[in-house]
């Protein structure tokens, strides 16, 4: 022991990733205080480590610290808001402290960035279930009249004096309110035996000891009294009582919760067996190892539980077919985060085959939601879109709707398909506005910008741009701000690239078309000129004709009067001819 503590003292002396190896061992052991030793020395040496805290708040929670679990959670997020793992640890210490409603708030804003991650819609659920354990429905509250009321009462005796059965009838309503709570005892004392359990007999014990006054008088060493003492353990036992009333659905589960409300038609009414316990247990813990960042020992345990499993009957288990959707799902998420994508599909496929087996629409919902994913994440985005595409129909939230068209516009604008990209991108926005998230309407704007910009529509994708960087100066998102504000400025430029080049072609288009006109004008006046060349040389050999003519019949003894007559006739008769 003392050698622990000189160790402890002399600080770190190894590296950072065998600190955290030697504490994620521990964990998985079940010894929680030598893995937050561990852990503390690995943040000696990287004290903003994200992961490193987020283990050590685990830790701190399962030893009952909410406090430090809480400290530490918070401490991973600073920075980042968005780290969505020390979110969900902050939601579940949250929530272990009692503190319900603002779990459920921690737990939506996890589902929000990471809408995949069931551990979220788990979280929400219960909290639910909490809250609504803990307050009631409106209809079930009856208000009554316990308490001190004599102010009221005194503002009436001024207002009207009482009469003698007035005053009966006051009486007779005090002592059935002082019997209400005798009667009322038995079942609250049942209540709290059922919800302390094994704790009942001590607190019975702890009541007990009180009685003898002169043992609560004594003093204890540390200067208290025994009364102290008890009077803290019974305080202790009655918060835990009120906390488990209210977290009464810690272990409804999502898989349990199935199995009690809508498993499989034909054993609805079967209680569960012990092998139902013993794999429900093991199902949760596979899900924290995937969670907590340990996808291999998750993959490793789940192989294990499919075996076991599969070797049971279906009467010893009668949910055997969904217990084993579940594990090839889980197997399946640890394979994405492992890079085995090829691997990831055969146990997604293996949850889709079993899901339409028994006509599951919730399972096969969720399994093609994550063969899709896989499918995007290799490059093979046609597929993705056809797996998305039969998903389509089962979405039951316009969240879920908005992410849904959102993939699959993506994936349309990575084809090429910047129509269908821009459809799709139009859908996510109408349904990103009907639930009021501003974060998915961001996304969306840009969707469908990018895809207005690859068809070459460039003054539409700035106005979709403009929306979307008003979306995340809303949201107060910088990096979104300046991807966003260079998109913008580069579709900008390419509009006045695009003015300045239209401006240049219309005016070579002028130019030529002045060039065309100059040479019209220059053909038409040379052929103006030609036929009047031409005429004037016809007319001199009309007239050189003519004077030979007329000398030849001179020659021949004709008369100048009978030369003159041949002529004008000849002339009469080559008028018409010319017109």
């Given at each position: ?8 003292v002399r ?28 852990y ?6 990287e ?10 708040s685990?830790?701190?929670?399962a ?18 808001k968005?780290?969505y793992?020390?979110?969900?640890r ?31 819609r ?17 209809s ?33 309503n005090?002592k ?10 038995p079942?609250?004392?049942k ?8 704790l009942?007999?001590d607190k ?13 008088r ?9 009364q102290?003492?008890i009077?803290?353990g ?6 835990r ?5 209210q ?18 038609k ?10 139902t ?7 949760e ?9 340990f996808?291999?020992e ?14 049971w ?11 084993l ?9 640890a394979?994405v985060?492992?890079g ?6 055969a ?32 490059g ?16 039951k ?8 068209f ?15 990209a ?18 998915w ?14 068809e070459?529509k460039?003054?539409t ?9 008003s ?23 390419q ?11 219309t ?27 031409e ?18 019949a001179?020659e ?5 009067e ?12 080559a ?5």
């Open positions: 022991m003392a050698d622990d503590e000189e160790e402890i600080g770190p002396v190894c590296s950072y990733l065998t600190y955290k190896s030697e504490g994620d061992r521990l964990y998985m052991l079940g010894e929680y205080e030598k893995a937050i030793n561990s503390t020395h690995a943040l000696q040496q004290p903003r480590n994200r992961n490193c805290l987020v283990a050590r685990r830790c701190y929670l030893i009952g610290n909410t406090t430090l679990a809480l400290k530490d959670a918070e401490a991973s997020q600073l920075g980042n968005e780290f793992k020390g979110l969900y902050k939601a579940e210490t949250l929530y272990a402290k009692g503190e319900f409603e603002l779990a459920l708030m921690f737990y939506h804003r996890g589902h929000k960035l990471r809408p995949d991650d069931h551990n979220f788990l979280g929400i659920q219960k909290a639910r279930e909490a809250i609504d354990n803990s307050v009631g429905s409106p079930s509250v009856k208000l009554d009249t316990k308490g001190d009321l004599s102010l009221f009462y005194r503002r009436e005796e001024k207002v009207v004096p009482k009469t003698k059965s007035q005053l009966r009838r006051q009486k007779l005090m059935q309110q002082s019997m209400k709570p005798e009667q009322d005892e079942k609250t004392s209540t709290v035996r059922v919800l302390l359990g094994e009942y007999g019975e014990y702890l009541e007990k000891m009180l009685l003898d006054k002169e043992l609560v004594t003093n204890t060493e540390s200067g208290g009294t025994i102290d003492m009077m803290s019974i305080t202790f036992l009655d918060t009582t009120e906390f488990w009333r977290q009464k659905p810690i272990f409804a589960r999502e898989r349990e919760q199935r199995i009690k409300q809508q498993s499989w034909s054993q609805r009414k079967q209680a569960e067996s012990e092998q316990t013993f794999i429900l247990q093991r199902m813990e596979i899900d924290m190892l995937l969670t907590d960042g996808p291999v998750c993959k490793s345990k789940a192989m294990e539980l499919v075996e076991i499993v599969k070797e009957s279906q009467r010893e288990v009668p949910n055997k077919a969904e217990f959707g579940n594990l090839y799902n889980t197997i399946g998420l394979q985060e492992l085995e994508f090829e691997d990831a599909l146990s997604h496929q293996k949850d889709l085959q079993i899901a339409k087996k028994h006509d599951n629409l919730e399972a096969k919902s969720r399994a093609l939601d994550n063969i899709g994913r896989v499918y995007a994440r290799i093979e985005f046609a597929k993705a879109v056809e797996i998305w595409s039969e998903k389509e129909p089962l979405t939230s316009h969240l879920e709707r908005t992410w849904l959102h993939e699959i516009g993506r994936c349309h604008l990575e084809l090429g398909n910047n129509v269908e821009r459809d799709y991108g139009l859908k996510a926005l109408a349904s990103a506005q009907k639930t009021g998230d501003e974060e309407k961001m996304n969306a704007n840009v969707l469908v910008a990018q895809a207005e910009l690859k070459s460039l003054q994708a700035v106005t979709f741009f403009e929306q979307a960087l979306k995340a100066k809303l949201l107060n998102d910088e990096p979104a701000q300046v991807a966003i504000s260079n998109a913008l400025k580069d579709s900008k430029n509009i006045a690239l695009a003015e300045k080049v239209k401006q240049e072609e005016a070579e288009l002028q130019e030529k078309q002045k060039t065309h006109r100059l040479r019209q004008t220059k053909t038409q006046s040379e052929d103006t000129e030609a036929p009047a060349e005429a004037v040389t016809e007319r001199e050999k009309a007239d050189d004709t003519e004077t030979g003519g007329t000398a030849e001179l021949k003894g004709e008369t100048e009978e030369v003159t007559e041949k002529e004008e006739t000849e002339e009469d008769v008028t018409p001819k010319n017109e």
